[in-house]
C-alpha cells in the first residue's frame, strides 16, 4: 500500500477518533480505569414526578446503547491507528498489519478502505 494513501486514511482515523470522543463527551465521560470504556451519565433531576423519571430512565436506555455503538467504533479506530504506528516503527514506513484481513491475512482494498479506513478485514470475509 502506498504511503501516501496510509497517511490520508491516518489522517481521516484521526478526524474520526476526535468526532467520536466528541460525541461521547457529550453524554458520557471516558472511565480511567478501562481502555476505550466510557460510562454515559444518568439524568439527574432534582424533583420529578413518575412520568419524568420514566422519561430519564427512556433517555439514559438510548444513551446507553449510542454509549455502546460509539465505543465500538472508537476502539476499531483506535486499533486501526496503532497498526499503522506499529508498522512504521518496525518498517520505517507506513507498511505493516494495517490493511491486512485479520481473517484471510489478504491486502483489505484499496476501495473499501477508502470508505471504510478501519475495517479489520476484506470485503470477501466481511460478507461471510
Known amino acids: ?33 478501562s481502555k476505550h470504556n466510557w460510562d454515559a ?8 414526578d413518575k412520568e419524568e423519571a420514566a422519561d430519564d430512565a427512556q433517555e439514559y436506555d438510548n444513551a446507553l446503547s ?4 460509539l465505543e465500538l467504533k472508537l476502539k476499531n479506530v483506535s486499533t486501526a ?5 506499529l508498522g512504521r516503527s518496525q518498517t520505517g ?3 505493516g498489519v494495517y490493511g491486512i484481513c485479520e481473517v484471510c491475512g489478504k491486502e ?7 470508505v471504510c479506513p478501519e475495517a479489520k478485514t476484506c470485503l470477501k470475509c466481511n460478507e461471510k
Open 1 to 33: 500500500m502506498e504511503k501516501q494513501l496510509i497517511e490520508e486514511l491516518k489522517e481521516k482515523l484521526e478526524s474520526q477518533k476526535k468526532s467520536l470522543q466528541k460525541e461521547l463527551e457529550s453524554f458520557a465521560k471516558e472511565d480511567p480505569n
Open 41 to 48: 451519565k444518568y439524568p439527574n433531576r432534582e424533583d420529578g
Open 66 to 69: 449510542l454509549e455502546h455503538s
Open 81 to 85: 491507528l496503532e497498526k499503522i504506528a
Open 93 to 95: 514506513e507506513a507498511q
Open 108 to 114: 483489505i482494498g484499496e476501495d473499501r478502505l477508502l
